[in-house]
């Protein structure tokens, strides 16, 4: 993939370019806990977008994507909101970068990859990240990597109109070879767990559907959340996030709650525990239990923050009563996308099949499936000066 990417930014602009790689991410859990202040646990896996990139001498930026074979031009003195859906990614960073002070002089863009659109691996963030990256080393802007997430998340803020968390462009930048991380979205510390592969394989089966509600439901989950913090704030002026709350004051307080938002803020705290207490298990290497906890985020994800949909929940009750099975659960935002699934190594093979033959029975779709393994964040894979 990477030569590819490389032929043809020869081809189109005959330069030797910078190339860069960026991930995309699986979470082991802590879902929909990222934008309430609590913890997740992602990882960043082997499917990668390349980007190849070297000063054009000009002030203009042109891109080519390169799974789309559509090329566009912006003038860097006028970095706007495009009708190119994919540009937007690109022209967000850019746009973060300048308004940081830092001058983007004109450049040329190859970029590509394998992460499947829409099968909430976070192909958009990993676009985000790698340009970060990418423009960050051609033009030595010496921004640390965790402001490099910071505003690859805000150009997916204002430019891609997604109100998304920081989970996905932190895995993309920061994860490690192996490791998955726990990230306290309010502090933004971070800590890397072993994660030990030798007797099974994260295998992610993608529903191949994705709901039209998916931006919009997330958008009322955030709200909803806001709404339970501002009732118990009330009560207990230290909570300011869901992450501050405890079982104990939600039922203490119930009575004023709609019940929908209670339920909603129930899940986030519970899911912020069961991330506490996942930690908990890889440092006591008890993947049994690690596992249990995925298909009760599942639950609490299907039945109180209600982002699930029929194909996940389909594939998510399979794997539970699956003895190949440690642990499931839907992964990323919800109505669609992929679970991820925790199989012993010697039935993953027997296990996909299985899964696919009683998805494709059951909806008529042909689900895909993808063995992820867990690799470095951003980086640099060569530079014509190095
Ligand atoms: C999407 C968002 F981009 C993340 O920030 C996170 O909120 C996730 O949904 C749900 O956990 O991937």
């Not at 308004?99 to 590509?112: D, E, P």
């Not at 389909?314 to 642990?327: H, P, T, W």
Request: charge should be negative; aromatic fraction near 10%; charged fraction near 25%.
């Amino acid at each position: 993939m990477v030569q590819d990417i490389v032929s043809k930014y020869k081809e189109l602009y005959r330069l030797d370019p910078v190339v860069v790689r960026s991930p995309g991410r699986v979470n082991l859990i802590g879902e929909h806990t990222d934008y309430n202040n609590g913890f997740v646990l992602p990882a960043a896996i082997n499917k990668e977008i390349y980007f190849a990139l070297a000063p054009n001498g000009t002030n203009m930026f042109n891109a080519y994507s390169f799974d789309l074979e559509e090329s566009a031009s912006f003038d860097l003195d006028k970095i706007e909101k495009s009708d190119i859906r994919w540009a937007n990614y690109l022209l967000g960073v850019i746009a973060q970068l300048q308004r940081a002070g830092h001058t983007i002089k004109g450049f040329n863009l190859v970029f590509g990859g394998d992460i499947p659109i829409g099968a909430g691996l976070s192909s958009s963030a990993a676009v985000e990240c790698g340009l970060a990256y990418g423009l960050n080393y051609l033009y030595a802007l010496n921004i640390d990597k965790l402001d490099l997430v910071k505003m690859a998340q805000k150009a997916e803020h204002e430019f891609a109109g997604v109100m998304c968390g920081i989970m996905d462009q932190f895995a993309s930048m920061f994860g490690k070879y192996d490791r998955v991380v726990k990230l306290d979205c309010r502090s933004l510390e971070y800590h890397y767990y072993d994660l030990d592969m030798h007797d099974y394989r994260i295998v992610l089966l993608d529903t191949q559907v994705k709901h039209s509600l998916a931006s919009s439901e997330y958008n009322t989950r955030r709200q909803e959340c806001e709404t339970g913090v501002a009732i118990l704030h009330q009560h207990h002026p230290e909570v300011n996030s869901l992450r501050d709350a405890t079982l104990e004051m939600l039922a203490q307080h119930q009575a004023e709650f709609d019940p929908v938002v209670y339920k909603r803020c129930k899940y986030v705290v519970e899911e912020n525990l069961r991330v506490e207490g996942a930690c908990q298990d890889l440092e006591r290497k008890d993947m049994a239990a690690f596992g249990e906890k995925m298909f009760a985020s599942h639950q609490g994800l299907q039945h109180d923050y209600e982002v699930s949909c029929p194909e996940l929940d389909f594939l998510a009750d399979l794997a539970r009563k699956n003895e190949a099975v440690l642990g499931a659960r839907m992964m990323g935002g919800g109505f669609g996308g992929c679970t991820i699934n925790l199989v012993k190594l010697d039935q993953v093979g027997a296990y996909i099949q299985q899964m696919e033959d009683a998805y494709e029975q059951k909806f008529g779709i042909k689900m895909k499936a993808y063995i992820a393994e867990i690799v470095n964040g951003s980086s640099l894979v060569s530079s014509p000066v190095s």
